[in-house]
């Protein structure tokens, strides 16, 4: 027996059924920041430095939910042949 559902959403929607977090305000702070700094001409200015906090933590966070899809999957996968 198979089963299809089909859901159609916008991204906000799946974002706030995930529960996914609000970053649009987060990522505007950002972008000030940046434009900021370079506007100002701040002597050694790197961007990536700036942005390396945030881009490290958005890596884990992806790689976490990566683990969890997979071991999610595993799961089903093992149980499955159980029952077969």
Do not use: C, H, W
Not at 4 to 20: C, K, Q
Not at 63 to 78: D, H, P, R, T, V
């Amino acid at each position: 027996m198979n089963f299809r559902i089909d859901i159609e959403m916008t991204p906000e929607e799946l974002r706030r059924a995930l529960g996914l977090p609000d970053v649009a305000s987060l990522q505007q702070e950002m972008i000030a920041k940046v434009r900021e700094q370079m506007e100002t001409g701040a002597e050694g200015y790197d961007p990536l430095t700036l942005l390396k906090p945030y881009l490290n933590n958005g890596i884990g966070s992806m790689e976490a939910f990566q683990k969890l899809l997979f071991s999610m999957m595993n799961q089903y996968g093992s149980s499955k042949r159980d029952t077969d």
